[in-house]
């Protein structure tokens, strides 16, 4: 019984040595792996120079003078402050006027200002929840 299971362990390192012998003699046998039985340089597939120095082109923003809020329209927000009263209407936002001279409501872009239930942020330049507390305070503040 014993003699058996020696027999087995010699056939399964023989086994393993002939498989590493052959995978071994395959990558000297090529000395450096090849790809259609080539090997490139790298120069030749090198990134060019031109391709890298391609810059997302800048769009140009148009600033709006910004006015003053005129008259007691001008929406309360649930965490404090208010927005604007733009040619007697409420204004989620601040007034501008355009290239016409014409005075608009707007939150940085977004014409007519916010839309109910969001409040203009200054920090973030955006709409917001209204219940969104401001400058990083939490609710507790």
Not at 20 to 34: D, E, I, K, R, Y
Not at 79 to 96: H, K, L, S, Y
Request: include cysteine; proline fraction near 6%.
């Amino acid at each position: 019984m014993r003699l058996h299971s020696f027999a087995v362990w010699l056939i399964v390192g023989a086994i393993s040595a002939v498989s590493l012998s052959c995978s071994h003699s395959s990558v000297v046998a090529g000395n450096q792996p090849t790809v259609s039985g080539r090997i490139e340089d790298v120069s030749s597939v090198a990134p060019r120079a031109d391709a890298l120095r391609q810059e997302p082109k800048a769009v140009p923003v148009q600033r709006l003078q910004r006015v003053e809020s005129v008259g007691n329209c001008a929406p309360c927000y649930k965490t404090g402050g208010q927005g604007a009263c733009i040619n007697n209407q409420p204004c989620r936002g601040f007034g501008v006027k355009n290239q016409t001279g014409k005075i608009l409501c707007s939150c940085y872009g977004e014409v007519g200002g916010c839309s109910e239930g969001q409040r203009c942020d200054d920090r973030k330049m955006t709409c917001v929840p209204e219940d969104e507390p401001s400058f990083g305070r939490t609710e507790s503040n």
